[in-house]
């Protein structure tokens, strides 16, 4: 009966066995075209600049399909110019109206190539889905232009939209739209592992492009996560947020991009250390603010206000939380304040900067009453933000602590193991969880938080501080985090950071088994896509590991951690037949005369498939070969009469 009934309301869509059989063709020609280019991206940490020409480059991809259709008719630089154009269109027409005696003709030229580039970067779709990606002022024409013919006439009638374009003052538009079309569908399918805030000054920008896009998902970073509680209210989590972003001089993104109120904050830092120079916390500039520069000396009070109080209410947050066993992160309580020192692991240490006025030495985590406003403050600015709620829905509805996509395995950070080999258990609730489970289990408890935030007060958010900064958490993957220890003590053995088990492990293929086998994967064909930790190319690290089934992809998008890897991040690019890593350099902006800057990544080949993958072998392939199957049901039900056609 429930068959029959599914089968009726499928007969809404198709209601008779024409409208079925021509879908049934439609879906199997479908599963026949090659499978479509996934990209892999990690750790963009707010530098939307270089992650968008990542993008639009297709990663070197785009540069190599001019190669294969005018490498032998055009010169390096035509096709550097033509590339340029992909990149970044709208400097490169103004270049252009500078350096072109007979603009116009530029521009029909530009057209025509640019319609060549654009039907290979189509080829492995169908009709209809490159007409949904059209733009809609322009997709009637483009239509016409991709899918032309040769017949001489309907040659001319090429030439002549393409006249008629230039004629009417649109060519520029078109240009734009059709460099759109390009970057767009040279990549099918955007996975993005993590790390999208923090450190940069635009991951708001990043979020509104991926919110404009197609084909994007996101396996959430600690980054992220720690956004993600801010959001939900949990004030660990906040100061966390404003801490990094005052360290990092990202006024414009917090006050403006966010609308966050970071009055209170300023006024109180001012009053508090009005005489301390705040050596210790100096930001680290890496871009300037346009709209709410704030000067260093007064950013460092503020830096240092925040810091004090992340540290109060991270140690009320883990005294509530005892089975989180972060115990080692309450450090207040063990300063000595007459003599400016602490003790560590059983060994004393002198502070770097002793003058603590806000702290009570009897009760160091208790937030004073200003301190109390400054959190009230900033609370309602992170619950009240539109745009971030918008932001962190988005996290949600797209993202997860993991993936499983065609075969593979994408998560941030890491699988917690212990360093036999075998893979490590934790405790939630009474109840033992590892591997696939624990991620699962904690990926539940994340959306459950974001559900409760409005009613709880932020209480449930609590995991996503865990998340931040737990030894056991695969988003963080150390022992534990030793941002006091960074700031107030000198000897640098007491900021080492000890990476977890996983990362040794990783350099075994056994241990990539383990995984794959442990998250239902073919260990034969099945990768495991991770970034978080900077792989440091310059020292000649690898980012390829468990016997070449493992990618650590986190190169250095980010302008702080190049000097530590020596490049400025990967792209994981994966086609019908091959897989590539793109190592790329230093993204740098136009020059004063408006040219770009060509840097083309190095394309290292990985792996290559015997034979073509097609849509069939594909997740997507399977949605569509079970469609085909309640078709196929819906059609024996016409024929039995026990589904009604209607004409």
């Known amino acids: 009966m429930a068959d029959t009934q599914y089968l009726r309301l499928l007969a809404e869509k198709y209601p008779n066995r024409k409208a079925v059989r021509t879908e049934i063709i439609n879906l199997r020609a479908i599963l026949a075209l090659p499978k479509a280019t996934e990209f892999v991206l990690s750790d963009i940490h707010g530098e939307y600049d ?27 630089e035509e096709c550097d110019d033509l590339a340029s154009l992909i990149y970044n269109p709208r400097a490169e027409i103004n270049r252009k109206k500078k350096s072109e005696e007979d603009f116009n003709k530029w521009c029909g030229t530009a057209i025509v190539r640019l319609i060549d580039i654009c039907r290979v970067v189509t080829n492995k779709y169908t009709r209809s889905k490159v007409k949904k990606r059209l733009p809609k002022a322009s997709a ?117 991009g966010y609308g966050i109120n970071l009055r209170p904050l300023s006024s109180l830092a001012q009053k508090i250390y009005a005489d301390d120079p705040c050596e210790c916390f100096y930001p680290n500039v890496l871009e300037t603010n346009k709209y709410d520069p704030i000067p260093e000396a007064h ?3 503020m830096h240092k206000m925040i810091s004090v109080i992340q540290f109060k209410v991270e140690g009320q947050e883990i005294m509530k939380h005892p089975e989180y066993h972060l115990e080692n992160r309450l450090l207040l ?28 030495p009897k009760d ?82 994340v959306r459950s938080a974001h559900v409760l935030a409005e009613d709880d007060g932020g209480e449930a958010a609590s995991i996503m501080m865990y998340l931040w ?23 640098r053995k007491t900021h080492i950071e000890n990476k977890a088990a996983y990362y040794d492990l990783i350099e075994r293929a056994d241990i990539a088994d383990v995984i794959l086998d442990n998250f239902g994967l073919d260990k034969e064909t099945g990768k495991i896509m991770n970034g978080h930790v900077p792989v440091k190319i310059k020292d000649g690290e ?106």
């Open 299 to 301: 950013a460092a009070k």
């Open 333 to 360: 309580d063990k300063m000595d304040f007459e003599n400016g020192t602490i003790e560590l692991d059983g060994k004393v240490y002198e502070l770097r900067d002793s003058n603590f006025p806000t702290i009570d």
């Open 469 to 491: 900064l737990a030894e056991n958490s695969p988003l963080f993957g150390k022992d534990r985090m030793r941002t006091f220890e960074r700031y107030f003590i000198a000897d």
């Open 140 to 256: 009637y024409i483009l239509d016409e232009l991709l899918f032309t013919d040769d017949v001489e006439d309907r040659h001319k009638y090429y030439d002549e939209i393409i006249e008629s374009i230039i004629e009417y003052e649109s060519a520029e538009d078109f240009i734009i739209d059709l460099t759109d079309v390009i970057s767009n569908l040279t990549v099918d399918r955007l996975h993005i592992i993590g790390d999208i805030y923090d450190r940069g000054p635009k991951p708001h920008v990043i979020m509104d492009y991926l919110m404009a896009n197609r084909g994007i998902d996101i396996e959430w970073g600690n980054h992220d996560i720690l956004w993600m509680g801010a959001a939900c209210g949990n004030r660990a989590c906040i100061a966390n947020a404003i801490r990094i972003n005052v360290r990092y001089n990202n006024f414009d993104m917090l006050e403006v």
């Open 364 to 445: 160091p985590y208790r937030l004073t009453h200003q301190e109390e406003e400054v959190m009230v403050a900033l609370e309602g600015s992170f619950r009240r933000s539109e745009k971030l709620q918008v932001h962190m829905d988005y996290l949600y509805s797209h993202g997860s602590l993991y993936r499983i996509a065609n075969g593979n395995l994408y998560y941030h950070g890491c699988i917690p193991f212990n360093a036999d080999g075998t893979l490590k258990s934790i405790e939630i609730d009474g109840v033992e969880y590892s591997g696939y489970d624990y991620l699962q289990k904690l990926d539940e408890m």
């Open 542 to 647: 690898t980012p390829i590991k468990g016997g070449g089934k493992i990618f650590i992809i986190d190169g250095g998008i980010s302008k702080a951690y190049r000097k530590t890897t020596g490049i400025a991040g990967y792209t994981a690019i994966l086609t019908s037949k091959h897989m590539y890593l793109a190592e790329h350099k230093p993204y740098e902006p136009l020059r004063k005369d408006g040219t770009q800057v060509f840097h083309r990544p190095v394309m290292h080949l990985i792996d290559t498939q015997d034979v073509r993958l097609r849509i069939s072998d594909t997740d997507n392939g399977a949605e569509l070969m079970a469609q085909i199957e309640d078709l196929e049901a819906l059609n024996d039900a016409f024929k039995g009469g026990y589904v009604k056609e209607r004409w």
């Open 50 to 76: 270089a992650f968008q020409h990542f993008v639009r480059s297709g990663s070197g991809m785009i540069r190599m399909r001019i190669d294969e259709v005018y490498g032998r008719t055009l010169t390096d």
